[in-house]
């Protein structure tokens, strides 16, 4: 463990120097919650990130199991910038058809959402890369649903855009302002 604390000190440390965010997964490599260790992993860079301030923290993950450290998350808020982003599956990976957002994993990935806005996280949808952003009727309830559980905003997978999300976006108020935020 003691290996563990010293490279995480020295990784952050090098993001301190650097500016950089410390990021743990992407839209394409989500953080898995599930895997062995990857909890305690986490723990240990929260933890470490405590004697520390002023740095910028994006997670991304789809896994409800992030919400055991909402607590941490909450209190490394108010001396860093924290955002958890959550990827929404809207396509079903066998058949290619686009997923009804009532369907069990949408609705696990929405319900998270809530529940890190609840708190006053960050907390952006990210679409996935497979999503056609000029559908109406694909985005239109994404946006309305991200919106409604309470995202700051939705974005597209990164190198993505659209013109009709950009206009979706502004008819939602996003990216919401946040209370004590610029």
């Known amino acids: 463990m003691r290996r563990l604390m010293a490279f995480l000190e020295s990784r952050i440390d090098a ?7 410390i990021v743990v997964g992407d839209s394409a490599h989500p953080f898995d919650a599930t895997e062995p260790g990857a909890i305690r992993g986490l723990h240990a860079l929260l933890e470490t990130l405590k004697r520390h301030a002023g ?4 997670i991304t993950s789809r896994s409800p199991l992030l919400l055991r450290e909402i607590d941490s998350l909450v209190e490394l808020d108010q001396s860093h910038a924290v955002a958890v982003d959550v990827p929404l599956p809207c396509i079903d990976p066998v058949s290619g058809e686009a997923l009804d957002l009532h369907a069990a994993e949408p609705q696990q990935c929405l ?15 990210v679409l996935p890369a497979d999503l056609d ?5 694909v985005l239109r309830p994404l946006v309305n649903a991200a919106r409604a559980h309470g995202a700051f905003d939705v974005a597209p997978t990164a190198g993505s855009s659209s013109r009709l999300l950009r206009q979706l976006r502004l008819e939602n108020d996003l990216p919401r302002h946040l209370p004590g935020r610029g």
Request: charged letters at 30%; zero cysteines.
């Open 55 to 58: 740095l910028e923290l994006v």
């Open 133 to 137: 952003l000029g559908a109406e009727e």
């Open 111 to 125: 319900w998270m959402v809530r529940k890190l806005a609840e708190q006053g996280l960050t907390t952006r949808v």
């Open 15 to 21: 993001a301190e120097r650097r500016s950089l965010p």
